[in-house]
């Protein structure tokens, strides 16, 4: 039987303070019993009565919030097991077929070969804890896969049942399914190995020393949590057996926040926990396979109430739930050969794309508390899936290689939701998939492609590079070294060295890209007569000097953006947004957006401000105010085309597409073809990058320093575990302390740039090493190595006077 929301209130009032759990379960039962019936789910809740019942999905959050919350409510760990097991009778299990045998030789598409194989598999939650069955999987022991299924059928309501009940039900479930699941050290959920990890030790005769004579055993194992090979002495192996092993940090990190997510989530032990996080796992699943399978209408109007009704914290919260749940199963999705097997974590992918397409949809209705009309919720940003830079990017790319030109459909308006062989990868579903995950991809891509030049027994020689340090002699031998190459000889890693000095490497590979496009901005050493450049002080960014005529110069520049992304160097952000925008166009991708007045502004702004007053001129008399502007220079419009109200944005348009064309190209062109020569056999980056990761790809992010997560990658060499535990500490305190634009310096001082890692601040990779003792020192940098010479201080007055001294008179990458 329906409830009302005042109903639903007074139980949630009621049931804390009953004396017993009986007592407490007595009101509780009018709750759970509207969870037996969809009809009365749909007609629950609601504020008000007749035609002016609405559904009141805040108080219903609140009051479920209010029940499920051990703060609030001493029978809410048995208040919220009702409610899940009382759910799972709501919600359908997703749709499934046949499975097939699956070879383990065979490749991903030899599953439609093999022969048809029933599956008895039932994976109750006491048996997915016990061997670590994920939801919607199939044990590892039976040899058969899910086969993904050929046509999905869409699903039609029941007696004529509103749709809208599955909204009312997820305000209900929102309690129990935001931040329900523990998370890593860079915030994204994970599901934790569900066996104790057992304490190993190498064997003596595997030491040998590495660099500096430190000692390093080969254990021939990697960190299934970090990735990193495994050198130490010590490390920790499932108990089970499972094909686990951690790192002694990843262990102790690991424990540390599994201890603390038992202390704060509300379980009674581990299995409990694991049947818990099953559930939501479960669930989210059931909910999207079941949303995927309405038809189009109940979709859209389900897509409306959510998007238009529900309040927009809640409805962040949801999209934050489903994100946790694909976070978390995705890296063990991708552990199994044939990831399409996994049918009801797609059907969670596509319910986390139905929240996207819902995000997006225009709202022109203005309500009586909004000072305007609502567009999306939520930031396209808050959709990305961290989770999948965990994940294998060869293996990814390759999947997706059979299928480059598949996309993701509107789910919101598809007649037929299908999972297709398309739909399940990761690289398909671009909107979701983080630009670090792409830009190894995409040098997976690239580095194929040099394989594939020197044929497949054949050894891919570096590129050769010695060049003296003054920036007008770098300048000089680095187009004496280009000129009259081909682009498949371009193609290659750089191996650079400066004249005189021995040092090879990645970190002086990272410095000659410091100076090289230092000199390149510059005109070697302040050269104007070979200035390829101007800076624009305002915008704090670099466009081309239109007086230039260096095709080698300009070509050189974009082989070196080019070998940049290709040596896995991060370059400063020097180039307006729009430049490349202009490499997509030049690249034919389907990604390359249409140039306007905006981007003009980024370059021009003078300029784009005299075009933005013809558009909003109204008078009649427009052709003889503005008619002698220079139009017919763009050779864009017929020679009797003439200015009119009607036709000004059209030659507005023509003028900018001129300016970003025709104007530039002497300057431009050779760019383009330099940085084409490197990157644009990607069939990658021509069809699923779009301008703003193509930025990100190139020179990495603009974030606010995370000091705490730099301490989370950081390397130490040198200090004695005393001086670990107590002295280094007040470092990162007195870091901590620093306020955001010393935190920047600091960034800047250890690694002469101020751009985010792509993964994060994490995967800095700072390296503190002791540098003597005494507070006559101050600190010192190697930049191309990020590594940080501290000295040990005897105050910690003196550690931040002696850090702020260091900081305050370094170069870094800066603009003029």
Not at 749 to 777: C, Y
Request: glycine content about 8%.
């Amino acid at each position: 039987m329906p409830l009302t929301v005042a109903e639903l209130e007074a139980c949630s009032n009621a049931v804390p303070t009953a004396e017993s759990e009986a007592d407490a379960f007595s009101h509780l039962g009018a709750v759970l019993t509207v969870f037996s019936s969809r009809e009365d789910m749909g007609a629950s809740f609601m504020r008000g009565t007749g035609q002016g019942a609405a559904r009141d999905y805040l108080n219903t959050f609140r009051a479920f919030e209010q029940l499920l919350s051990k703060e609030t409510n001493k029978w809410s760990r048995n208040t919220g097991r009702a409610v899940r097991e009382a759910v799972l009778a709501l919600v359908p299990e997703p749709p499934r077929r046949a499975v097939v045998a699956i070879n383990a030789e065979a490749d991903d598409g030899g599953a439609e070969d093999s022969p048809i194989a029933a599956c008895d598999s039932e994976c109750t939650e006491e048996t997915r804890v016990e061997g670590m069955v994920l939801p919607g999987t199939v044990p590892d022991s039976c040899g058969c896969l899910c086969v993904p299924m050929e046509t999905d059928a869409a699903a039609g309501e029941e007696d004529g049942v509103s749709c809208l009940w599955v909204s009312m039900m997820l305000a209900t479930l929102l309690p129990l399914l935001s931040d329900a699941l523990p998370r890593d050290h860079s915030g994204v959920c994970i599901i934790p190995h569900p066996h104790e990890m057992q304490k190993q030790e190498a064997c003596e005769s595997s030491l040998y020393l590495g660099g500096g004579g430190r000692p390093i055993f080969r254990t021939n194992k990697i960190c299934d949590n970090c990735g990193a090979r495994i050198t130490d002495r010590t490390f920790y192996h499932c108990s089970a057996n499972c094909d686990i092993d951690f790192c002694q940090d990843c262990q102790k990190r690991s424990q540390e926040l599994l201890n603390a997510f038992l202390e704060r989530a509300n379980d009674e032990d581990r299995d409990c926990m694991y049947q818990r996080l099953f559930w939501v796992i479960e669930i989210t699943e059931r909910i999207g396979s079941y949303v995927l399978h309405l038809s189009v209408a109940d979709r859209t109007l389900l897509a409306e109430e959510l998007a238009f009704e529900w309040p927009t914290l809640m409805f962040e919260r949801l999209i934050q739930s489903t994100i946790d749940v694909v976070n978390a199963k995705v890296v063990h999705v991708q552990d199994v050969k044939d990831i399409q097997s996994d049918q009801p974590f797609w059907y969670a992918v596509g319910w986390l794309q139905f929240l996207y397409s819902t995000n997006a949809l225009p709202c022109t209705i203005k309500k009586l508390d909004e000072q305007g009309a609502r567009g999306p919720k939520v930031e396209y940003e808050r959709f990305i899936l961290e989770g999948i830079n965990k994940c294998e990017p060869l293996s990814e790319f390759q999947r997706w290689r059979k299928h480059p030109s598949a996309k993701v459909p509107d789910v919101l308006v598809v007649q037929v939701f299908e999972l297709t062989a398309d739909f399940c990868s990761f690289l398909t579903h671009s909107n979701l998939v983080p630009v670090s995950f792409r830009r190894v991809c995409l040098l997976c891509d690239v580095w194929e492609q040099i394989q594939l030049q020197v044929g497949q027994v054949g050894r891919i020689v570096p590129l050769q590079l010695e060049v003296p340090r003054e920036p007008a002699a770098l300048l000089d031998m680095v187009l004496a070294r280009f000129e009259g190459l081909e682009d498949a000889d371009l193609r290659k890693p750089l191996r650079v060295t400066f004249a005189g000095e021995e040092a090879v490497g990645p970190g002086v590979t990272k410095e000659f890209f410091q100076v090289a496009l230092r000199s390149f901005l510059d005109g070697t050493g302040g050269d104007d007569a070979r200035r390829l450049f101007k800076c624009n002080d305002q915008q704090r960014t670099y466009w081309f000097e239109e007086a230039a005529d260096s095709k080698d110069s300009y070509r050189a520049c974009g082989i070196l953006l080019g070998q940049a992304v290709l040596n896995n160097v991060l370059v400063p952000n020097i180039f307006p947004s729009v430049l490349y925008e202009r490499l997509l166009h030049d690249l034919d991708s389907p990604c390359a957006r249409h140039l306007g007045l905006n981007d003009l502004s980024a370059v021009s702004p003078e300029l784009a401000h005299g075009l933005r007053r013809v558009i909003e001129y109204s008078g009649e008399d427009i052709g003889a105010v503005f008619g002698d502007l220079g139009w017919a220079r763009t050779g864009r419009l017929c020679p009797d085309h003439r200015l009119m109200q009607e036709t000004k944005c059209e030659f507005v348009q023509a003028y900018v597409d001129w300016f970003f064309h025709e104007r530039i190209e002497a300057q431009f062109g050779p760019l383009s073809s330099g940085f084409r020569a490197i990157l644009g056999g990607s069939s990658l980056l021509r069809s699923m990058v779009d301008a703003v990761q193509l930025e990100r790809i190139v020179c990495g992010g603009t974030v606010p320093v995370d000091i705490t997560a730099i301490r989370r990658g950081v390397t130490l060499e040198g200090w004695t575990s005393d001086e670990e535990s107590e002295y280094l500490p007040m470092f990162w305190d007195v870091l901590l302390g620093f306020t955001p634009s010393e935190k920047l310096q600091f960034v800047v001082f250890v690694t002469a740039s101020d751009r985010v890692p792509l993964r994060g601040w994490q995967d800095l990779g700072l390296i503190v090493q002791k540098n003597g003792v005494g507070d006559e020192r101050l600190p010192a940098a190697y930049t191309c190595f990020c590594q940080l010479l501290l000295p040990k201080y005897t105050t910690r007055e003196r550690l931040r006077s002696g850090l702020i001294s260091a900081i305050e008179n370094s170069e870094g990458f800066g603009l003029r």
